[in-house]
């Protein structure tokens, strides 16, 4: 395998960490984030990527979060970089921030947190193919160190990237080659991976999507979700026997179930509708299953999808509003309550929401 170096002093740094601030701090109080800080400022690896998640998340108020914050993942993994775009290794790491990383080269202004990032450049310089080609040497390294449901979840996006096509499947298929194909991932119980064709991509992609699920990652959880959506819709398409298609019916909802029980709201949303109006739906088309309608479950699953709330949830209030109107009739608080929570959560739906 193709390793990133990696030294073990980052092993030292993690039990300062630890000493210094989870134990003494826990990790979410004033008190813990400025002992990161004051960690970080000494050059302890560990230290310096929990920085970079501070400021990720908006814990440290800064301009510019999402590019500071990649900037400081550099470090915490003993990256430097230049103006056109290489990268050099000291070895000098904390291996969870080459996960980080590589959660940014693949999400940069494309999806989650990163979908509206401001310019980072040291993104920008790097061609979209060769970013799959970086994040699949960090994934694959953070796991042989980790057992990162996230990382795990990643290399399946990246073979699955190279099943979609032979262009793609022949840009990546050395970096399989080398840090997926026939590697041992100990840490997490899989070995003996064959890669030798994009079609195989697709089916070892599973393989790391269910692991990851397994381990209750809810992203993986959604992508094996949309994949058994895509089936039940070709099954109905080719009059499937009722009890295959029912059958795939239950993978899809226990994918979404286990992501929805997290708090992850598109899980718990989708789960919402399907069980209010009976639809799967997919990139493919559209079946309704009206079979399954249960509007107290479907309310409940609304409900658990506001939780912990980000843009989906809003779907998820515009809903509430639209299948359960009753309930707002008598309280208008609670109306302009939620409507309030779908304008600062997603603006587009808000559009819709005062349609009603």
């Not at 080269?105 to 993104?123: C, M, Q, T, V, W």
């Not at 994009?198 to 949309?226: H, M, R, W």
């Not at 989708?270 to 399954?292: D, H, N, S, W």
Request: proline share 3%; net charge negative; aromatic share 12%.
């Amino acid at each position: 395998m193709s390793l990133i170096p990696c030294d073990n002093k980052y092993e030292q740094d993690l039990s300062v960490f630890t000493e210094q601030v989870l134990q003494r701090y826990g990790t979410s109080s004033e008190a813990a984030q400025r002992e990161v800080m004051y960690l970080s400022d000494s050059g302890n690896v560990v230290a310096i990527k929990y920085c970079a998640d501070l400021i990720f998340y908006g814990r440290i108020l800064r301009t510019n979060p999402y590019r500071d914050s990649f900037d400081i993942y550099l470090k915490a993994a003993g990256i430097e970089t230049d103006e056109e775009g290489n990268w050099s290794y000291s070895g000098v790491a904390y291996p969870l921030a080459f996960w980080d990383l590589a959660y940014f080269l693949l999400n940069y202004k494309r999806g989650s947190f990163l979908h509206n990032a401001e310019d980072i450049p040291k993104i920008d310089v790097i061609p979209e193919m060769e970013r799959h080609v970086r994040a699949l040497e960090l994934a694959t390294t953070c796991l042989q160190y980790s057992k990162v449901p996230g990382a795990v979840n990643l290399v399946g996006r990246i073979l699955k990237k190279a099943s979609e096509s032979e262009d793609a499947y022949e840009i990546l298929r050395d970096v399989i080659s080398s840090n997926v194909s026939n590697q041992d991932f100990e840490l997490i119980g899989l070995s003996a991976l064959d890669c030798s064709s994009p079609d195989i991509c697709s089916e070892v992609a599973d393989t790391f999507f269910k692991c990851a699920a397994n381990q209750g990652y809810v992203y993986a959880c959604n992508n094996l979700a949309a994949k058994e959506a895509e089936r039940i819709i070709e099954l109905k398409e080719a009059g499937a026997p009722e009890k295959e298609i029912s059958d795939a019916i239950g993978v899809y909802t226990d994918y979404l179930k286990l992501s929805a029980d997290k708090y992850e709201p598109y899980a718990a949303n989708r789960l919402g509708l399907f069980y209010r109006t009976g639809e799967i739906k997919c990139a493919g088309g559209r079946e309704v299953f009206r079979e399954y309608t249960d509007s107290a479950l479907a309310k409940e699953y609304f409900l658990r999808a506001t939780v912990y709330p980000d843009a989906n949830s809003a779907w998820a209030f515009l809903n509430l509003i639209k299948y359960y109107y009753s309930d707002y009739e008598k309280d208008i608080d609670l109306m302009n309550e939620h409507m309030e929570y779908i304008k600062k959560l997603n603006p587009e739906v808000y559009d819709i929401a005062i349609e009603l």
